[in-house]
């Protein structure tokens, strides 16, 4: 690790430009190479040629799931090093590679580590999720919790009653193709992993679920909502005709009907200082 580019976001999580600069300054310190920056969705991510171009070996990600997920897609081929620095709300991605929580101590670890692993991920057409997907009524919540994130009470307020209205007004969503679960769940929740999908499906049809539901978005910590039906699966599709709201890593995507949804496994490309033990065999 020595040629470096940086992708962050300002605005998500707790990548702030404060906290951006002071990394940047630790690369100079560690004498390592600051071949360029992107500030997203602001700037355009680079390309794979760009980067190959200016001599980069790693690019570092700042960012909240949303923002890692974008570049990871936009570099799918691309064969050099991602190191992932925590900078978002729940984290999970750096929390899997690193024992550390703070970037810096990452950082640090990072520049003797030479292990690389590669990442499981679900996919859907060219819709990618290495944290997880979410389908169902309840992915709705994701402008409740953007309203929340950009402080507007209003917005919020109008967003969760919305939320609420779809949860209680919908049937919920159908899903075939993992064995056990039934019909109209108000979410279902894909989980990548190296040896197929792992479905959590949830009906939050009482009061007391839907408001734990809610808060548990609104929090961050939307995979700890309570599920009452799992499975294992290879392959899933949502049961219908019509388009979906789906969330891939927090993102809003809009799903084709029966699309299959499957599990993918990325280039061992993603540097991990946490002991062999703690990070799953690729």
């Not at 690369?27 to 040629?49: D, I, V, Y």
């Not at 171009?53 to 570099?75: K, S, Y």
């Not at 919020?156 to 039934?182: D, N, S, W």
């Not at 499975?231 to 891939?248: D, I, Q, S, Y």
Request: net charge neutral; hydrophobic share 45%; charged share 25%.
């Amino acid at each position: 690790m020595q040629n470096l580019w940086f992708i962050t976001n300002p605005n998500s999580g707790t990548a702030t430009r404060a906290k951006c600069e002071a990394l940047e300054a630790l690369f100079e310190e560690s004498g390592l190479e600051l071949a360029g920056r992107t500030e997203f969705p602001e700037q355009k991510l680079p390309e794979a040629a760009k980067l190959d171009g200016a001599g980069v070996d790693t690019v570092v990600l700042f960012a909240g799931d949303g923002t890692i997920n974008a570049a990871l897609c936009a570099l799918e081929t691309w064969e050099g090093a991602f190191l992932i620095l925590p900078g978002g709300t729940m984290n999970l991605l750096a929390r899997g590679l690193h024992s550390e929580t703070d970037p810096h101590k990452i950082l640090h670890a990072a520049r003797t580590c030479d292990r690389r692993v590669a990442l499981p991920y679900v996919q859907a057409g060219r819709h990618r999720a290495f944290v997880g997907l979410i389908l169902g009524p309840a992915a709705s919540w994701f402008r409740a919790r953007e309203a929340m994130r950009s402080g507007t009470f209003r917005r919020l307020i109008a967003a969760a009653r919305g939320a609420l209205r779809k949860t209680f007004g919908e049937r919920g969503i159908r899903v075939e193709g993992a064995k056990g679960l039934g019909d109209h769940y108000q979410a279902v929740f894909v989980t990548p992993d190296l040896r197929g999908l792992e479905v959590a499906a949830v009906d939050a049809r009482d009061w007391k679920s839907i408001v734990q539901l809610g808060w548990e978005w609104l929090s961050g910590d939307w995979v700890a909502a309570h599920a009452v039906s799992e499975a294992w699966t290879e392959e899933l599709r949502v049961r219908g005709g019509k388009p979906v709201l789906a969330l891939f890593d927090g993102e809003p995507v809009t799903l084709a009907p029966r699309v299959p949804i499957r599990s993918g496994k990325s280039l061992e490309t993603f540097i991990a200082t946490r002991k062999d033990e703690e990070v799953p065999a690729t």
